[in-house]
């Protein structure tokens, strides 16, 4: 499975901007979770939003407060994560997640799928 991330840049205070991430390849049906997690500069990577299979949505209620809304498309192998009233602490690097669920004749296993991330940057 690979994962691209799309919809980045650089947008104004209080702005929105609509990530996409598509999963292409051999598994795409295996994939699980899918998710978006962020990274700022001199920062641990952490979870902004994460959506199940069935469409059980988790977010980082410390700061998206209700801002984002993350969403997949199972039949497309896309999750999108919209973000409004962005602020410029917002600014990262945003990476997609696929937990990608592997069984073979002696185990089943998840494996974690990352996309190469995609920068905003939200100017104040």
């Known amino acids: 499975v690979q994962l691209a991330e799309s919809g980045g840049g650089l947008v104004q205070a209080g702005g929105s901007l609509r990530l996409s991430c598509v999963a292409s390849g051999r598994g795409t049906e295996s994939i699980d979770a899918m998710g978006w997690y962020r990274q700022a500069p001199g920062k641990q990577r952490e979870l902004v939003a994460g959506i199940s299979r069935s469409g059980s949505t988790t977010y980082a209620d410390s700061f998206v407060k209700g801002r984002f809304t993350i969403s997949r498309d199972n039949a497309e192998s896309t999750v999108y994560l919209q973000m409004n009233s962005l602020k410029p602490e917002d600014t990262a690097v945003y990476y997609c997640?696929?937990?990608?669920?592997?069984?073979?004749?002696?185990?089943?296993?998840?494996?974690?799928?990352w996309g190469q991330g995609t920068l905003v940057t939200v100017s104040s």
């Open positions: 997640n696929a937990v990608v669920v592997v069984t073979t004749i002696e185990t089943t296993r998840s494996l974690d799928v």
